[in-house]
């Protein structure tokens, strides 16, 4: 499908025109002069009277496809920042870093290189850790944060005895970025309150083509999930488990999970 009509790729030309026509651009930022690069929707017009908000993806398609239902609703209020994680969209590096320590190192120079001296945060599933990352790294940009499914917190046996069971990191790897349509049915099923499991075959196989062209290094994608810790103390060395980032941000930081919500 994807070679003739693909309403993936028709969808894809039409947010880049949503995005366009809400007021963003599209931009990349060279970070280091060895090969880091990094995309992000930025503002066309800043608006110094509005605060800022950055919007991280998790994985999957890029920051375009995921946050595309929230940017309309956000845009009147801040100056919207959504970027591309690297390997995902059309961010990359020849760098071997693959830590979301590194990704959000290459956000915090995207931010500051268009400027950016504070903003709110909000980070989805993988996007989460890489939003904690940038709060525990550059306290002084983070002035609000909100982790959204993202498992922090997330423990061996919470991959065992939750929702989503896998018997390893590998596993659910191969589920979060699915590359046959059995394994977009398996992440249908547990992303979807009421999965609808009716969607022809080609329909996903067409998703999954343009999805993956979204994601220019998809073992290097792979790679960034696989290699996060299972515990919060391993997820930053320099953050003691007793969460004294948590605690100095605890008026703005919202975890959010299954609809329900800590402060």
Known sequence: MAECFSFSGTYDRWLRFSYSWMGLKS????????????????PKTYKPNKPNLLLVHGLGASGMWQWNAFVSRFIERFNVYVPDLLFFGDSYTNRPERTEQFQAQCVAGVLKAEGVKKTAVVGASYGGFVAYSLAAQFPEMVEKLVLWGAGVCMEEKDMEDGMFQVKSMDEAVSIMLPQTPEKMKELIKVVFYKPVMTIPTCFMQDFIDVSQRKVTNLSAARLCFSTLPTNLSLL????????????????????IHNGSSYS
Not at 27 to 42: I, P
Not at 237 to 251: D, R, Y
């Open 27 to 42: 931009t990349t930022t060279d970070l280091s002069g060895d090969g880091t690069v990094m995309h992000c929707w930025v």
């Open 236 to 255: 930053m060395p320099s953050v003691q488990f007793s969460f004294p980032l948590l605690a100095k941000l605890s008026p703005f930081l919202f975890l």
